[in-house]
């Protein structure tokens, strides 16, 4: 059986930083986030008696299956009874090469796809539990708008898993993420996160602060607050970046680009422009702001030599499924 899913990445405002297990990918606390508009993965899963491994295609090339896609098709096989392999065939939206890969995208929807091509009907949660032993991140692009990851207690993992929020129609609220010029990335979130709950001093700190600023955005978002939310935001993206930046080897992220964006946000802020920043882990920059101020800003941004692309997005849809094909 074939399915074809697509799923949106999503930036988070209260950020996921930290496991307390890795194989499971269980967090050290909550986070919250919002699926973004036009940053969409598109993966199609076919179980097929007749393949000997398991195949991978991302964009039209073949890649050596990473082990986190073999872990989540094995799950959907173990669930099934199934021990027939797959091709799977994914495609990004968005510029990979500059460093906009998603892996929320990327696994929300192969979770979506393998389970329906496996003849599996899972519910939201179940969904968004599956999504998250491929990325953690990804549990939070099941639903469309603001979504927040509950972390759980139990060792399982089976009360960890992510539920809505707020539906995409309840704010229209602008994200402008400005691609900022820079090389590869050398460590991942993976990596960065494991580095700073190991050593980081500022861990603990920031574990507690997690649970205040997830208070704060509930609230925000429950009154479309953007003053609120752009503010907790920030702080947030900023204490993520310091716990990492604190970790042993000190862990950075950015690029002269990123300050750049910084400085160049704080100086629209003084001119009367509501925008706030945050940044995942890579350089680039993603702004919440008015409807009102998008014009003006992203002007401003692209006149900045280290800013060499200005997209617009905002809150985007939940995962969905495109097409089931019964042989
Ligand atoms: C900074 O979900 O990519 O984007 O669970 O190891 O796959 P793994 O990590 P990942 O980490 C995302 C980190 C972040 C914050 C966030 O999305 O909450």
């Given at each position: 059986m074939r399915a074809t899913a697509v799923a949106n990445a999503n930036l988070a405002l209260v950020k996921y930083w930290g496991k307390r297990d890795e194989k499971l990918i269980l967090p050290q606390h909550g986070s919250i986030s919002l699926t973004l508009q036009g940053l969409e993965t598109r993966t199609s899963v076919t179980f097929d008696r007749t393949l000997a491994h398991d195949d991978v295609l991302v964009n039209g090339k073949p890649v050596p299956p990473a082990g986190r896609v073999l872990g989540l098709l094995d799950l959907v096989r173990g669930m099934a009874g199934s021990d027939c392999r797959a091709r799977v065939e994914s495609e990004n939206s968005f510029p990979t090469a500059v460093g906009l890969a998603s892996s929320a995208a990327a696994f929300a929807a192969l979770a979506l796809a393998a389970s329906r091509a496996a003849g599996l009907f899972l519910d939201q949660p179940g969904l968004s539990r599956l999504a998250r032993q491929g990325s953690?991140?990804?549990?939070?692009?099941?639903?469309?708008g603001f979504a927040e990851w509950l972390?759980?207690?139990r060792p399982d993992g089976s009360d960890s898993f992510a539920e809505p929020v707020?539906?995409?129609?309840h704010w229209d609220l602008p994200v402008l993420i400005a691609l900022v010029r820079s090389g590869a990335?050398?460590?991942?979130s993976a990596q960065g996160m494991a580095r700073s709950v190991a050593t980081s001093p500022f861990y603990p700190a920031w574990r507690e602060q997690a649970a205040k600023d997830l208070n704060l955005v509930r609230q925000a978002i429950a009154r479309r607050d953007l003053a609120l939310l752009g503010r907790v935001a920030e702080e947030n993206a900023m204490r993520m970046h310091a716990v990492a930046m604190a970790a042993e080897p000190p862990t950075l992220y950015w690029s002269p680009g990123t300050v750049a964006v910084l400085e160049k946000v704080r100086s629209l802020r003084r001119q009367g422009l509501e925008v706030y920043p945050s940044m995942d882990a890579g350089p680039h920059v993603h702004l919440l702001t008015s409807r009102e101020s998008v014009a003006a800003l992203r002007v401003e941004l692209l006149a900045?030599?280290?800013?060499s692309e200005v997209r617009l997005s905002g809150p985007g849809p939940g995962v969905r499924l495109l097409d089931v094909e019964t042989p």
């Open positions: 953690g991140s990804a549990c939070r692009s099941i639903y469309g972390p759980g207690h707020a539906p995409e129609e990335k050398e460590v991942s900045l030599p280290e800013v």
